[in-house]
């Protein structure tokens, strides 16, 4: 397994995906680059907004799993085809949930690795597919 796979891996599985043994605040700031930048179309969030969305994610979807399908390595780069899912509870995206709904759906994201942690990542994800499975 390459380095580069090994970093993403700690992302998807000890961040992304809620689990009891570790805390994604703590992993996080280890993982991410000081300077590091999670960009969209809506824009980039910086290491402490994403990390704090990642919390926040954790407790209204504490069934949240990542599972990456697919790597693609050029370089510093690698890039990630994931499906997620979850039974949300609360307010999500302007739906109401009480966490007997979940979705599943894809994301795709690359990462750039620089000293051994994530400094940027462009990603994007399924969102409205997500909702519609909520909706139903």
Not at 6 to 32: A, G, I, M
Not at 49 to 58: D, E
Not at 73 to 88: D, H, T, W, Y
Not at 109 to 136: F, R, S
Request: glycine residues 6%.
């Amino acid at each position: 397994m390459s380095s580069l796979k090994s970093v993403v891996e700690v992302f998807y599985q000890k961040c992304l995906t809620v689990n009891t043994t570790t805390n994604p605040t703590e992993v996080l700031e280890n993982l991410l680059a000081d300077d590091f930048l999670s960009k969209n179309a809506a824009g980039e969030k910086p290491k402490k907004s994403l990390i704090g969305q990642i919390g926040m994610f954790w407790k209204i979807m504490p069934d949240m799993k990542w599972e990456i399908q697919e790597t693609i390595e050029q370089g510093n780069q690698i890039v990630v085809r994931s499906l997620f899912s979850a039974s949300p509870r609360g307010n999500f995206k302007g739906v109401e949930c009480d966490g007997t709904k979940s979705f599943k759906t894809m994301a795709i994201d690359i990462h750039t690795i620089e000293n051994g942690q994530i400094k940027q990542v462009y990603h994007c994800e399924e969102w409205e597919t997500a909702i519609e499975q909520l909706k139903k």
